[in-house]
């Protein structure tokens, strides 16, 4: 009966089914994390709070730093020197269009701040900095609520190339 019992308080059903023990109803489960007051309203109880929380609320981005940017340039086999920002004026500002089905947006030097950047991640915007090579090698790293983005693009004259998802070459034009 020990057994029984604490497989029920552990709340592990499959376990209880397999023992041949009911597992516990709704009404009375541990995992029922709902309380009623003394009004008779229904609330949560905090560990349920803290998820709802993170899910109703946007968590604030905290954008990467040059160091950041730095360490990601690392893990490139590209010879120095690297550009934080365009190398000539010009060169990378404004909105990138993907070709494919997609077309995904990126962006360069946002607000006309040289060396940020701008991507679509899931429908949300992430922010963060860029770095060119010297044969046209860009490195990115961005940031959308707790999750980091980086990717990579060649520039080639008027468009960019380089690797989108599952895609491993993708084209984008400059919006005019």
Known sequence: MKMRALILAGGVGLVAAICGCSPPSPAN??????????????TRDSSEQGSAVA?????????????DLTAQLSRFQVQP???YG?????????SWVSDDAEGDLVEFDLDGKSGT???????????GLYAISADGVIVTISRSGDVSLSSHFRLNGDQ???????????????EP
């Open 160 to 174: 960019l190339s380089g690797p989108r998802g599952p895609n491993p070459n993708v084209t984008w034009r400059r």
């Open 29 to 42: 489960s541990v995992a029922n994390n709902t309380q009623t007051q003394s009004s008779g309203e229904r």
């Open 81 to 83: 020197p690297w550009t």
């Open 55 to 67: 899910e109703d609320s946007a968590i604030p981005t905290t954008p990467p730093t040059q160091a």
């Open 117 to 127: 950047f701008s991507e679509d991640l899931g429908g949300k915007r992430t922010i």
């Open 86 to 94: 365009e190398r000539t004026a010009g060169e990378l500002a404004g």
